[in-house]
């Protein structure tokens, strides 16, 4: 991408986020609390759905500048000093290191908050946690996606510590909480999903009016997060999609993101419903994304056991939950499923790492000649996730970030060499 | 803070940093070793009473020009590359971060050494490694907190090893042992303690004459380091302070810091005593400072007996210890406590975490009421922690710490922004 | 070393690797496959013998343009970001310190994988993982070196796994894999070993005739990895060293580095053979490396009982290895085996750390005597080790390292100070 491309994209990021900071009406769906939208400036990015279709625009428009300007071998540090926080209460490698990658791209350390070696923990102390690591530190991201009714809610918790420390003087700049996954929404991963089909369908409007399977699929572990599919079609359904979500009775995921997902495809043109056959789901869709997740009953339960220190009825309910979805062993993206689609020639999407059919599992999510030819495909959804935290780095932390971009085009330093 | 009073504070920090490097008296504390005052430039930073008082004025006042400096959002990297190893023997949120923190802000990457991963350990290697994490190295910050007789030696034995590869030229610079904590001192948890109270009552000359209570509080824990109040009394009492130290019969402090406050408080025109009771040492105090501590006797034999891999023995011991704790569960600092103090509205402080009763534990170091009304405040007193150990760094690393401020406030290099 | 020596010394590195990219002959050994020699630039640095002799000389003479740059305190700041992953399968002080502090002295932070907090495993998901650390990577050093026959394969896996994500356009940029140690060599240790007797025989020509005793030494702990002694009979039988080998009956190293010493040695006017006498090795030596490795049909079976999952086995063939190394506790390098050497005044060396009879075990490989007295010259051995691994990282990422180097001469920017 030129100099002139780069400062036509910038000025196209600045008009949305103009808009974006427009005073908004609230989005309502449904029964749930209608709330303002969430603002970027000095905001946390914790819900797709809580934000502005135009936030979620300049996100993605700014990680496509951020990507462009490091294929341009132009640097694109912005911060002289300064600390991303991170807090991984689950496993992590891909998010851990876009995280990492994304802090140290615009020129901040990463400090790896780690509760075995540190105090931290539910209840009184994370106030006062978040505010002892925020006192230089301009960003806070959290995975949290254990449990469900949890995740979410600790992230808020965060939020407000923070927000109390600096009204009252202590943090001298409020550090933004950045979703790294939560029980409700993955929306670094989703949106990096969006960036590939905007590459994959000639950009944001090519979406509207594809057709998108977001499918259960089988898996031999039974308790993954309800996040990402949340996610995919909360935020899928905004850009005119046709969202049919899939899977076998039992696996539905939260209310919110359905409900915000229905008021999306009313106000984009798009569309969205719920199937409980993946062969219906997958038929003429021009993209697929099978994947595994829990059953939220089964879930919350786990939540409630887990809190209450039952392990026996824990491992009752994992035996009952693994025998429930084994019956689902042919919930599989095999040939035949791929068969359906348009031109049998779906685009094949996935968070990763996937549960391979003969693979690293015996019945798993796809089976291996389908992830096989759709392989590096997901290695390029995967990779606009560093820049897509970037971008949410940059709009919640700098007032004018079309400015700081412009800046970094005509800084033009290199990012490596004397 | 303007460029103008920014240059006035540089100007006093360089008549102070000249003073502090006179040839100066032994600090001489009943019968302890004489030994010359620790050197600032190149020197470690161990123990505040081995320090000359200038040294720590210095300390607290180039603290509160960097405070300034990131406030006004000017940069203070002053290293291009360069390490800043950490060493935590014990837990830590707080203090892991301020150094990371302050590190970062000077422009030093930090590397934690988990003796885990490593092949750490007392004895010879810990000569060789101190010289292994040494080539590219500025500082090296370790807690080492938890035997009573052994966390100050392990430092010392640091040092001694840094010593000798710099000598030999196997270091081409001999990196800053900073202490993050030991069984005898915790200074940059102390320096930030005054550098709150200096904010309280109108800087430094202001805390003389004020009464500070260093009291013994009740934890259902009961095997807290003694670093804290010995640093504490060991401090306060060079600023003019009436620092009265109470505690149970059985919770005695080690002697060398109890000596040096003594002696401090001869010179500085304060007073050092210690009482047995609470009441009495809140009575008409200005500040104080419940905090829970273990026994020394008892820490001392479960050195020993650790030591000695003699398990049952510590059960045993720990078991005694505790009975005796509970028994002095009334140590705790509650409304009618708080009452005593100078029109009972004394300055709560706390390193942080505090035992709260009826909120982290049932009977704890302090009420519910006292600690949410201190609360904020306790948080600006741990906001000082990464600016004063920037300010160690920097009065140890630089020939010419002054010149180095002014040359920033020149600079005037942007924190963040293209 | 001053501007034009500096300058000096890096026209001399560019001449070197002018002459390391011409079109090469196969290096082949014996019955090893013949395969062109590795590629600097763009490529990995895995084994030293399959690099071509100027690259190993440019690398050593980077090393050492790097050193002298650090002593005369000159930033060597190349990247403005970027990310050096580290994955070690082993524990690991020394090489994990001067990886970090060759990935900051270049401006590149470091991200250690954890294979316990993410989920890394052998087979297919290794090709996955490596492109998901690699979007914004310059460098993936590794460390696997436990079991025989798999370290060298892992970094291969690696490395191919690397070359497709960058050939099928998702990564921007092809990381260098570097080899921190692997079943076969050890080139960051032997490439240090080598700066450091260039220290002592006045420059790498001086190792010309030189006699160098690699041998086998006694240690409590038996299954140390064999890649020390071979990397370092494979690397300086190519500067014309005389180099005896020398261990008991079942001790025998991998025939590929063995066969390479025999070529190199050939080709170098030095000379290589093997014996089963320490003393006859120590005899007239100019330096001793004595340390102790696994037998290798040990190791062999090892590695398949691990992959099998045979715990019972596993154990007995520990203890008859053990058994079986207690019958070699002479092989000590004590006084009496130093006064065989060339005027009783070897120079000795070792990678650290070491087993040290009486300090940190009953007999070791070494006696305390002679360890004490070379211990300061083990620690210069190890200095260059950081400088080494920046070497590698700055010939395999930039096009035309030599005027890198020459731009950071001009631009003389102090690595401290405002």
Known sequence: MDRDSLHARIDALGALLAAAAQPGDCLEANAFEPEPPARLLDGDFLLTWKQREEALRAVLAAAEILEALDRAGVSARLFDSGLGVALFRDKSTRTRYAFRAACDLLGLAT?????????LAHGETVRETAAMIGFL?????????????????????????????????VLPRRPAVVNL????DHPTQSLADVAHLATL?????????????????????????????????????????DVVLAHPPGYELAREPLAFARLFAAGSGGSFRVSDSMEEAFA???VVYPKSWAPM???RERTRLARAGERAALAELEHAALAENARHADWEC?????ALTRGGAAHYLHCLPADVSGVNCDRGEVSREVFESARLGTYREASHKPFVIAAILLLTRFADPAAELAG???????????
Chains 1, 2, 3 share one sequence.
């Open 111 to 119: 400090e790896e908050l780690d509760e075995s070696t540190s105090q």
């Open 201 to 241: 369908f000639g950009g944001l409007d090519g979406l509207r009016g594809k057709r998108l399977a977001m499918t259960w699929a089988h898996s031999p572990s039974y308790g993954k997060p309800l996040s990402v599919p949340q996610g995919v079609v909360a935020l899928a359904t905004r850009f005119g999609m």
């Open 334 to 338: 095999d040939g035949a499923k791929m």
């Open 408 to 418: 970094l085009v005509e800084r033009a330093r290199p990012r490596r060499g004397a």
């Open 284 to 286: 003429g869709a021009d």
């Open 137 to 169: 530190t301009e960003a806070v991201g959290i995975r949290d996606d254990l449990y469900l009714g949890e995740g979410h809610a600790y992230m808020k918790e965060v939020a407000r510590a923070l927000d109390e420390a600096h009204r009252a003087g």
């Open 297 to 299: 009953a089964v879930m």
């Open 181 to 184: 996954q939560c029980d409700l």
